[in-house]
């Protein structure tokens, strides 16, 4: 019992420290950043015809 206690604690102690790692840094912002300009120099390249 006390080693699925242990395993626990360690799985819990990583899953915290690496959610800080990624608050700490930002990067899930960093990443989603990166994403939206993948997304928009995908956009950008496609001929666009705007007629009002």
Do not use: E, H
């Not at 990583?14 to 990067?27: D, I």
């Not at 994403?35 to 705007?50: C, E, G, H, L, S």
Request: charged share 20%.
């Amino acid at each position: 019992m006390c080693n699925v206690c242990k395993t626990t604690a360690k799985l819990l102690s990583m899953t915290v420290g690496l959610l800080f790692v990624v608050y700490f840094w930002n990067l899930d912002q960093k990443l989603l950043g990166w994403a939206y300009k993948q997304v928009n120099t995908m956009f950008d390249r496609k001929p666009v015809d705007i007629r009002f």
